[in-house]
């Protein structure tokens, strides 16, 4: 998994912070009308600086550390040292250097904005929101860096919306918005469960940066959630401009591809991508869906077979491999598959997922005649999804067999209204079997 849009935000901070913030900004030497000679400490803590702006951090660290002992007073020594160590991926000692600047200067905001972002890095959240808290509460502070510790603390907060929009608002007040900033504003959106909202969110964040891949994907989403396909494709296929071979992209395109309809445009690329990452569930679930659609069920089911070996319960290769079986013919093995998925309602994506997948017990358990299962399984999808001819003609039979002769009658007849001509097969069978019914009465 690539890292998240917070943690690569953090991390990018602190690489930011590290050439914005340079040596010596915590703790100007004191002007003078009378030049100072320098001391064997200060020529040190000055060669150290040198080092660093040169990229030399472990020689930084070689001379700054005979410096920072316990009875150090000067927090320049602990804030280059921290700098140095930090760039060094040295977390622990440069979370340990940063604090003895901190201590020794509660308001050094670079420090603590330094410390803050290296310990939201390093997972330690709470002691890095104290720390980006206090920074950003210290008056007549840099408000770039004051700005960037909002930032970090949004990125914190971002479960809690509540708590992330106003530290992203506080931010955008001190420095000008960013296409990072756009993208978190989108994401949160996203969080609310507001389509609408998301949908523009995403579209600003989108203009900023077309290129951006997380920003793609998800306005992908949202615009295919409101029925807006073609932009959809439109979002992918320009971000894909930029980067060509970006599994993330081809797989998300095809996603929308098969969503439209589009399988014969789709399967080419997942083939490739099945290819290039045999063991991505996640494509292989989708070419699978494709396969399906194509009409080759014997190809998608091998792959929901041995997708299933590493996920048994998954309710969505459950259904997507008892689908397949159907369409092989092979329902008496089908059955058990779906009963085993709606035994877990709740593990459905949607309600309407799970009513699909009680509509396919039915065609399955009709097959292998269990009827009263068959009658469960409509009940289920009747509940979520509207009448079908199809779905009606099941009930009917099932009715029938079980010699449930009104309850069948009513739905004969329920089946021939909805049919029209489409079912002609299935319509010439429900009218011999009404002649039958009512002779029988």
Do not use: C
């Not at 940063?98 to 050094?108: F, G, I």
């Not at 990125?155 to 530290?167: G, K, L, M, N, T």
């Not at 093995?333 to 396919?360: K, S, T």
């Not at 009448?387 to 002769?405: C, G, I, M, N, R």
Request: net charge negative; hydrophobic share 45%.
């Amino acid at each position: 998994m690539k890292l998240s849009l917070a943690l690569a935000f953090i991390v990018a901070a602190t690489a930011h912070a590290q050439i914005q913030m340079p040596p010596g900004t915590t703790s100007p030497v004191p002007d003078s009308k009378q030049p100072v000679a320098p001391t064997a400490e200060s020529a040190a803590v000055q060669a150290a600086e040198e080092s660093i702006g040169a990229g030399k951090y472990a020689d930084a660290v070689a001379l700054l550390r005979p410096l920072a002992k316990p009875t150090q007073k000067n927090e320049r020594v602990f804030y280059d040292l921290a700098f140095a160590q930090d760039a060094l991926n040295n977390d622990k000692e440069a979370a340990a250097a940063y604090r003895n600047a901190v201590s020794l200067k509660p308001e050094d905001v670079p420090a603590r904005v330094s410390l803050g972002l290296l310990l939201a890095r390093t997972g330690n959240v709470k002691d890095a929101e104290e720390q980006l808290t206090a920074a950003t509460q210290i008056p007549g502070a840099d408000k770039e860096l004051q700005a960037r510790a909002y930032r970090a603390l949004a990125q914190i907060h971002f479960s809690d919306p509540a708590q992330a929009i106003p530290d992203l608002v506080e931010a955008l007040k001190l420095s000008p918005e960013t296409p990072d900033d756009a993208a978190m504003a989108a994401e949160l959106a996203e969080s609310q469960h507001n389509d609408a909202a998301t949908e523009k969110a995403y579209a600003h964040a989108s203009e900023l940066n077309p290129a951006d891949i997380d920003v793609a994907v998800g306005y992908a989403r949202v615009l295919s959630r409101r029925k807006q396909p073609v932009v959809a494709e439109t979002v992918l296929k320009a971000a894909l401009q930029s980067h060509p071979q970006n599994h993330v992209l081809l797989a998300e395109l095809a996603s929308e591809q098969l969503l439209n309809g589009q399988t014969e445009a789709a399967l080419p690329s997942l083939t490739q991508l099945h290819s290039a990452e045999p063991g991505n569930a996640a494509i292989a679930q989708l070419l699978a869906r494709a396969f399906t659609t194509a009409g080759e069920p014997d190809k998608a089911y091998t792959l929901y077979e041995s997708l299933l070996k590493s996920d048994p319960d998954d309710v969505t290769l459950l259904s997507g491999a008892s689908d397949a079986l159907i369409r092989l013919r092979r329902s008496p093995e089908a059955e058990p598959l779906l009963q085993r998925a709606l035994a877990h309602p709740d593990r459905f994506p949607n309600r309407e997922a799970m009513a699909q997948a009680a509509g396919e017990l039915a065609f399955a358990a009709s097959s292998n005649k269990d009827y009263e299962t068959v009658l469960a399984a409509l009940a289920t999808r009747n509940a979520v999804l509207p009448s079908q001819a199809a779905y009606v003609f099941l009930a009917a039979s099932a009715h029938d067999a079980l010699h449930h002769t009104k309850a069948a009658q009513e739905q004969y007849h329920l089946f021939l209204q909805q049919s029209g001509g489409s079912l002609p097969d299935q319509e010439w069978q429900a009218k011999q079997r009404l002649q039958i019914l009512d002779r029988a009465r």
